[in-house]
């Protein structure tokens, strides 16, 4: 495509409306998990991957050890992996 960058442009805005579908569905059905699991695994979830926040300060936060908290951790993703295929 590099020697046809208009036809690059065609592509990527055909592509587009496909992406944004995609993106919307995922989208949904990680809210759809996440308001199935219990409020412990999601506060810790959110904290995690959408707070950015580290495990030693998700457990500082939780007032719970590190060692807890990856546990917790570790049970919210596999809570999460369940919720995600149910839904």
């Known amino acids: 495509f590099s020697r046809m960058p208009f036809i690059e442009g065609f592509v990527s805005r055909a592509l587009e409306p496909s992406?944004?579908?995609?993106r919307e569905e995922y989208e949904r059905g990680v809210?759809?998990?996440l308001g199935r699991l219990m409020p412990h695994y999601?506060?810790?979830?959110?904290?995690?991957?959408m707070d950015g926040m580290s495990v030693k300060e998700i457990a500082?936060?939780?007032g719970m050890s590190v060692k807890a908290c990856e546990s917790a951790l570790t049970r919210a993703r596999r809570a999460f992996v369940v919720a995600y295929e149910e839904r």
Request: charged fraction near 35%; proline fraction near 0%.
């Open 31 to 33: 809210k759809v998990a």
């Open 60 to 62: 500082k936060r939780l």
């Open 42 to 49: 999601r506060e810790i979830l959110v904290l995690k991957y």
């Open 19 to 22: 992406a944004a579908m995609m």
